[in-house]
C-alpha cells in the first residue's frame, strides 16, 4: 500500500470513537489503526485521529519502531525522504533512534543559546594568556554595551538586544539583524557597527566550532553593509600644536599620572597602552634603558631538539631614557614610590585605563580648540608627528623613527638586523624634544610680552 494526502486526510483530526457504522450501529473502531506505506514507513492513527509517522526496523535482533513526526506538520514527501539517511544509519551499525535523539537534544541545547548568552561564554572561554589585557577589555566594553546593554557608563537609550533580540540565536533572521545594527549606528556610530559586526563573526565562528549554534548567516554580512570600517588618521601635529598641548597639560589640574603618561607618550612617540603600562621593574634608571616586555602572541616556539628549558623568545623592545623623562619620572618616583605600574588605575594593581588617558587628550585638546582653533589631538597623532618631524630634519632620522616607534625594518632587514639602536634613538629623541622644547619657550616668551 502507498499511503497518499487523501488517505491520510481521511482520518486526520477525526475522533474515531465517534464514527458509527450506519448498518450495524456499531463503532468501526475501537483500537488505533496503523497503516503501511513502504520501505518500513507507516503511521499510526490514534481514536483521537492523531497520525503520526512511523519507521520500523530491527536493531541487534530486536525489532523497533522510531516516531518521526505527525500529519500533517510532516506531510508523506518529507516523511519518505527521512528514508535514506534513517537506512544509511543502519547500514552503518547505528541506532537510528540514538542517532534522532542525539540530534533533538543538540537542537535543543542550540534552542537555549541567545546572542547574550553566547557572547558571555565565547568571552569566558578565551583563552586569556592570549590575548593582550587591553584587547580583553576592549571586548569586555563592547559585549557590556552592545550585546547585554549595560554599559559602565552613558546609559543607552534602549535596551535593544534585551528587548527585541533575546530569542534563540538560531532563530535571528536578516531583518533583525539589520534593525540590530542600525539601531547601534543611531546610538553610537556606523564606525561603531562595523566594530561589533567583526566580534561578533568571531563570537559565531567559535560557537558553529563548539556545535552550539548554527545559524552562520551574519557571516556573509560585510562591515559596509552594517556600517563603515574607521580609517587611518592623518593628523599630525606640529611643533607648535605639540608645544601648545603641552603647556595645556601644564595647566590642568588633572590627576599628576594622567599629566605624567601624556607627557611621555608625546616625548617616546609611545603607544598609549605602552606608555601607561609601563612599570618602574622595566625602567633601568642606572643604564637608562625603558624595556618593554613581549607582547602575549609574540613568543617563539622552542626550536626544533633545542635542549630541555631552552625557550627562545624575541627580543624585547627597548628604548633609551632622554633627560626629560629621566627627571619627570623622578620626580614622579620620590612622590608616588617605585613599585608596580607607574600610572596606577582606581583599581588596585592594574594601570591607568585606556579610557581615562583618551578622555584626558580629549579635554585638553578641546581646550586648544576652543581658544586656539587647533584640530583634534589624539594620543597615536604624536607617533606620526615624532617621525614626520625628525625626518623633514633629515631623512636619515627614517630607520631609527622605526626603531623608535616599535616596527619592524622593512624586508630581510626585519629578519637579520636585530640592533636596537640605542645610541641613535637617544640622538633622536633629544633632537626631537629640543624642538619642542624650543616652541615651548617661545610661547611663553610672547605671552610674557
Known sequence: MT??????DKFSNKDLTKL???????????????LADRDSLGVRVSLKGKVVWQFRYRYLGKAQRLTLGSYPNLDVDDARKKLPELKGCLE???????MMAARKNKNLIKS??????????WLEALDKDDYKLTTIENYTSVIDKWILNAPKRDKLEKNWVIDNLNIPFDDIRGSQWMNYFEWICDEGSPIVSGSVLKLIKSMVKWGERS???????????????????SQPSERTPTTEEIAQMWLEIERSKALPQSKLCMKLIIIFGGRNTAVRTMKWEN??????IWTIPLPKRRKEHPRRAAFIGDEAVQ?????PIPEIARQLLSDFMRIYGNKGFVFKGETQNKPLSIHAVDRFCLRMSANLFRDKQISKIIPHDFRRSLNSILCEVDVKWDPVCEKILGHKLRGTKAHYNKADYLSQQLEAYTLYWGLINKEIDKLVYDKIS
Do not use: W
Open 3 to 8: 499511503l497518499t494526502k487523501a488517505t491520510l
Open 20 to 34: 458509527v457504522n450506519p448498518k450495524t450501529k456499531k463503532k468501526d473502531y475501537d483500537k488505533p489503526i496503523e
Open 92 to 98: 552503518e551499525g547505528k541506532d537510528p533512534k540514538q
Open 112 to 121: 537555549q543559546y541567545t546572542i547574550i548568552k553566547l557572547a558571555s561564554e
Open 211 to 229: 556545535e552550539k549554534i548554527s545559524n552562520l548567516a551574519i557571516l556573509h554580512y560585510k562591515v559596509n553593509d552594517v556600517g563603515r570600517a
Open 283 to 288: 625602567l633601568d634608571f642606572d643604564k637608562l
Open 315 to 319: 627580543r624585547p623592545e627597548k628604548h
